[in-house]
């Protein structure tokens, strides 16, 4: 449906769009790189691709959100749903497209938003006020009194978007602004009836169902009378299409009309008893749905302010009461169930009325005034006419028995219906001629389901001429825009835009959907079949553009499709006929006229009936003389459309589902008006706007310098505009196409994009170089700290070597000063030592001599001795050997050397007891005594022995010898020192001497 309005090929990177996403609707992006017709944009880290016809120009003005979308610098789907949103985030939720109010559902009370003392304030405000429905209310009241033209207010919008809500609200409104005003003349009774009247309608025309907890089931328009100083003075009701099946079907989930439920809950005691409503949950038209109870409604309440308010719309509790009984009738007659029976041989079965549904059924005729039999009878019999006049009945199959009760609860419910709208209008009706009227329609919008049957037909004709209405208006509108500006109104075409192609699909005669509907209801084998064919075969005899919008859909033979303004409808022509036809056969006609002898009510009721519509009618024709009427009535007006939005399907609080709201926006018609204007002039904008645009760039500069229209042409002029995209008004420059606008955008964005790259260099720049001059400083303090670092460890390196060194030269220092104090006194010691040595030495001396000559001895050789040496030797101590002589007598100079030991052989030294044998004389003779001896152990396995004439002496001799022995030693071990003195400790040596030294004193 939507224009192709980007800019081709000229998306840049960067540049902010919108993009069409299948779940959100209309995205704010960034385009990330174009390829072909593709274009890859990121939606914050997101990324997708879009084909470049889903891709528009984004709208600055639309980030605001602001109050009249008509001065969005962009006007497209994306930019108003992105305005749309925005408002809708901050509870706002009333927003003008020129002279179209979009009011989305909040779903929510949103404070002081419908309060007296708001109404009080947009009392005040008139044309300064905010866009709301009070606003529109007030300006259509004073458009009323200035122009003296009787002005309408047209809601639409899907089931639960809000109509009915928002009529309220607009009559509440009018209400005080006409009270406010000074010639209304203090009868409050019209007044309180308008308020007053919505609770009865609701109760009669409301359900609750999937979409809606209060759905309006019919269509109303509202005619509020004033007189010519704007008092009301009147009102006045139409309603259009009641969905009667409702009464007897209700789908699961949902409720019948809820005055049904009401009354069952609310009524008294009393009542109960006379209606016999104990049970309601058992009557069979209120449980097929379910469900009993609406969320946070209390229908015992709402039962209380519905009689109030009957009250005060002049239905008295009399008339109440007896309403009450014609609604209990029908519950009764719901519950009447019926039985086969056989119809004997060859014949078809019948239905009777069971007998478990006698109860309901005498209630049912009680309540109704008519005999239960004759009730029985139209409920499962049919008069038919045979010829010349004769009558005869024939029985009714079950089915058919009930659907006759159904079809009679649904005529005898849509009568009550449309004597209630006559009543209230009675009371409402003006006692003088008005002058004005205010007309406020809360009608069905249009309607697409799954399963689309002739209801949705019906009710998507009447969008379709509505939507007619609003195209035309709307065109005229823009005409008017045009010769204001003084610009050539004949550039708008409104063929693109007018839907009067599917209007003659659906009404032109003689072939048309309606045409050939009522062309096979008044055939006798008319059926839905034969008409879904004729339907087909005659889109040949259609003009060329009709049937291009119509088509049997394939594989299904009972569904054709149109395409309405708001998109394709597929319908289910099966029923059509029965249902356009709506028949109530004579038999069911009879009993209510049976009903209305007997109860006067039953009797004003009937008026509204099916029996008082002629023979022939039909729905459709009904219908359409309606909607022609509607027509007739709105085309007097002056139009204001509210286009009522709900945001999401959950009826849920600020939740907003793009995609929902563009469909919904599309079906009001919201859309076409933009395309109304590109058939045109697709954009607008004042000399100043455009002047605005360039801002403080020297263009702008210059286009201000020069004002108005003088400044907007050196702009456009300076852009290089090709002059054929735009035209001039008085106050306005008009671009043909958004793309030529989008040229002049561009511009703007390659100045702001050239300052901003300058800026950006600057920026750049002296960023880089505050970074350069900080990176330097770094360096340089590195640099000193590197080299102090280095510089410390070289020192700390150096000083640790010094340290070393010293420390070594201290301790080579003090070791030599310990050397040679250690010299000094090993030097000191050995002097001493060397002293007293020689002082031994000399008491040595002294012991050898002493020994000298002193004694004798034998040498023995070997273990066990020689012969020879058995003769007794002296020994002379020799400072190195003890020497020892052959028997001589021992003189100065000992002779007869025999030999010697030397000292440094000697072994051991030590006493002994043993036998001696020595030879005293030349004869050899042998002398063997047992004495002490020395003995000398010496090297070698040989010893000396040393004999004495006492043992004391031996003693002495030992020890000198030890001595000698010792000291030869010491002597010799003396001569390899240095010194020579021995190495043995001086007090080793003292000792010996000093034990020599006793011994030998
Ligand atoms: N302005 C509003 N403020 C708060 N809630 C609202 C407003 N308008 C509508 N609603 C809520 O939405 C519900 C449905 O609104 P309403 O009955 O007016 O819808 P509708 O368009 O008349 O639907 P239908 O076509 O089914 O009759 C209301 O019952 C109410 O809860
Ligand atoms: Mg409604």
């Not at 009370?109 to 866009?131: R, S």
């Not at 709301?132 to 458009?143: C, F, G, P, R």
């Not at 009937?606 to 002629?614: D, H, I, S, V």
């Not at 505050?770 to 770094?778: D, R, S, V, Y």
Request: aromatic share 10%.
């Amino acid at each position: 449906m939507s224009r192709k309005i980007t800019v081709e090929n000229s998306w840049v990177e960067g540049a902010p769009a919108y993009a069409l996403d299948e779940k959100r609707g209309w995205l704010r992006v960034r385009v990330a790189s174009v390829a072909g017709d593709k274009v890859n944009v990121k939606d914050g880290k997101r990324k997708f691709t879009v084909k470049a016809k889903d891709l528009q120009l984004s709208s600055e003005k639309a980030l605001k959100g602001i109050e009249d979308m008509i001065g969005l610098d962009i006007l497209h789907e994306g930019a108003i749903q992105n305005n749309v949103e925005v408002r809708y985030g901050k509870k706002q939720i009333y927003t003008y497209v020129g002279t179209i109010l979009v009011s989305i559902n909040p779903y929510e009370d949103i404070p002081n938003l419908y309060t007296e003392e708001t109404i009080k304030q947009f009392l005040l405000k008139g044309a300064n006020a905010p866009p709301h429905l009070y606003a529109v209310s007030d300006n259509v009241y004073n458009q009323m009194l200035s122009t003296g033209k009787d002005q309408s207010m047209l809601i639409s919008g899907e089931s639960g978007a809000g109509k009915t809500e928002a009529t309220k609200h607009c009559l509440r409104y009018l209400t005080h602004k006409a009270t406010e005003n000074a010639s209304f003349d203090g009868s409050n009774l019209i007044k309180q009836c308008i308020v007053d009247v919505n609770p009865v309608l609701e109760a009669f025309g409301n359900a609750k169902t999937k979409r809606n907890n209060n759905s309006s089931r019919f269509g109303k328009l509202f005619q509020v009378q004033f007189d010519g100083n704007g008092a009301i003075v009147g009102g006045n009701l139409i309603s259009y299409l009641l969905e009667k099946s409702r009464v007897v079907k209700t789908s699961k989930g949902e409720r019948g009309y809820h005055i049904f439920y009401q009354l069952c809950k609310g009524a008294s005691k009393e009542q109960v008893e006379a209606l016999s409503l104990e049970d309601y949950k058992e009557f069979n038209y209120l449980k097929k749905g379910e469900c009993f109870d609406v969320d946070d409604v209390d229908d015992v309440e709402e039962f209380k302010k519905v009689c109030a308010s009957m009250l005060k719309c002049g239905i008295q509790e009399e008339t109440q009461s007896k309403m009450f009984a014609a609604l209990a009738a029908i519950l009764h007659l719901g519950n009447i169930q019926f039985e086969e029976k056989e119809g004997g041989t060859g014949e078809n079965d019948y239905g009777v009325v069971s007998s478990s549904s006698t109860k309901s059924l005498n209630v049912a005729a009680i309540l109704l005034g008519i005999n239960p039999k004759v009730l029985q009878e139209s409920l499962s019999q049919r008069t038919m006419g045979g010829g010349r006049g004769s009558v005869y009945k024939i029985p009714l199959q079950c089915k058919s028995c009930m659907d006759s009760r159904d079809a009679l609860c649904k005529e005898m419910y849509s009568m009550l219906f449309a004597w209630l709208i006559h009543t209230i209008n009675a009371t409402m009706a003006s006692k003088s001629t008005p002058k004005n009227f205010i007309a406020v329609l809360d009608i069905f919008g249009f309607e697409v389901f799954e399963q689309n049957s002739f209801e949705q037909l019906c009710i998507n004709y009447a969008n379709e001429v509505l939507h007619q209405q609003f195209i035309h208006h709307y065109f005229k509108l823009e005409q008017e825009e045009y010769a204001t500006e003084g610009l050539n109104v004949e550039v708008l075409q409104i063929d693109q835009v007018d839907n009067k192609p599917v209007l003659q699909l659906m009404t032109a005669k003689p072939v048309s959907v309606f045409a050939l509907l009522e062309e096979q209801c008044q055939i006798a084998r008319g059926s839905d079949e034969i008409f879904i064919d004729r339907f087909t075969e005659c889109l040949t005899k259609m003009d060329e553009k009709s049937s291009s919008l119509a088509s049997r859909v394939k594989r299904q033979p009972t569904l054709f499709a149109i395409k309405h303004f708001a998109g394709e409808v597929k319908y289910e022509a099966i029923g059509f006929i029965e249902k356009n036809k709506d028949p109530l056969h004579i038999d069911l006609q009879n009993v209510m006229n049976m009903s209305a002898k007997k109860n006067k009510f039953m009797a004003e009721v009937l008026k509204f009936g099916t029996t008082n519509r002629k023979m022939n009618t039909t729905v459709i024709r009904t219908f359409q003389k309606q909607v022609n009427g509607l027509m007739e009535l709105l085309d007097k007006t002056e139009p204001n459309y509210v286009r009522c939005i709900k945001p999401n399907e959950r009826k849920a609080a600020q939740q907003f589902e793009g995609p929902l709201v563009l469909s919904q926006m599309r079906y009001s018609g919201l859309l076409d008006s933009i395309r109304i204007r590109q058939a045109g002039y697709a954009v607008r904008r004042t000399f100043e706007d455009i002047i605005e645009l360039f801002g403080n760039s020297k263009l702008g500069r210059a286009g201000k310098a020069e004002g108005g229209r003088q400044g907007c042409l050196t702009i456009l002029q300076t852009t290089m505009m090709d002059q054929s995209s735009y035209v001039f008004g008085k106050t306005k420059v008009f671009f043909k196409n958004v793309d030529s606008y989008a040229h002049l955008l561009n511009e703007m964005a390659a100045i702001e994009h050239n300052a901003a790259v300058k800026v950006q260099a600057m920026w750049r720049q002296s960023y880089e170089k505050k970074k350069f001059l900080h990176a330097l400083t770094c360096m340089k303090h590195l640099k000193n700290l590197l080299i102090t670092k280095i510089h410390r460890q070289r020192f700390l390196k150096k000083k640790e070597a010094a340290i070393k060194m010293q420390n070594c030269f201290r301790t080579f220092k003090a070791r030599k000063l310990l050397e040679l104090a250690k010299k000094d006194k090993v030097a000191s010691r050995r002097k001493e030592f060397a002293k007293r040595w020689e002082n031994a030495f000399l008491c040595m001396k002294k012991t050898r001599e002493n020994l000298r000559n002193r004694g004798w001895a034998y040498k023995k050789g070997g273990r066990f001795g020689g012969r020879r040496n058995w003769h007794r030797r002296y020994f002379f101590l020799y400072e190195d050997s003890l020497s020892y002589y052959r028997d001589m007598d021992v003189g100065d100079k000992p002779l007869g050397f025999k030999g010697s030991a030397m000292l440094t052989k000697v072994e051991d030294v030590f006493c002994e007891k043993r036998n001696s044998f020595f030879f005293r004389d030349k004869k050899m003779s042998r002398e063997k005594t047992e004495t002490y001896i020395l003995v000398m152990k010496m090297e070698g396995d040989s010893e000396m022995l040393l004999g004495a004439d006492n043992a004391s002496e031996l003693d002495e001799w030992k020890e000198a010898i030890k001595f000698a022995v010792e000291e030869q030693k010491l002597l010799e071990q003396a001569k390899t020192t240095e010194d020579k003195l021995p190495t043995v400790d001086v007090e080793t040596v003292e000792k010996m001497l000093r034990e020599v030294e006793i011994k030998h004193k």
